[in-house]
Nanobody
Framework: VQLQASGGGLVQAGGSLRLSCVAS????????MGWFRQPPGKERELVAA????????SYGDSVKGRFTISRDDTKNTASLQMNSLKSEDTAVYYC?????????????????WGQGTLVTVSS
């Protein structure tokens, strides 16, 4: 599975961005999808995950209520809507795919990764 993330950029604090991740595989609907981020000098962390059906989601504590993950299996796309952005949201954002059903939070449980897209939030 090849994943292509896009939508990053420079935004002011309080603004919004929408990230998209397009998958090459026709089997996209069989994967749990996740968004991770890695701030400068820090470890990669889970931002959000969505189940194969789209019926279950999970969010990192720092983004709850501000970010929304979604998927459109007809377009092989997973998206991350980011609102009320803060300077601490600055990071490279990665989309990832996992065969594990139960919304894995560890990056080690995601087999396929996109190339990353940089989000910079200015204060």
């Amino acid at each position: 599975v090849q994943l292509q993330a896009s939508g990053g950029g420079l935004v002011q604090a309080g603004g919004s961005l929408r990230l998209s991740c397009v998958a090459s595989a026709r089997t996209f609907s069989t994967y749990t999808m996740g968004w991770f981020r890695q701030p400068p000098g820090k470890e990669r962390e889970l931002v959000a995950a969505i189940s194969k059906s789209g019926g279950s989601t999970s969010y990192g504590d720092s983004v709850k209520g501000r970010f929304t993950i979604s998927r459109d299996d007809t377009k092989n796309t997973a998206s991350l809507q980011m609102n009320s952005l803060k300077s601490e949201d600055t990071a490279v954002y990665y989309c990832a795919a996992s065969s594990i059903v139960a919304l894995p939070t560890s990056s080690r449980l995601y087999r396929y990764w996109g190339q990353g897209t940089l989000v910079t939030v200015s204060s």
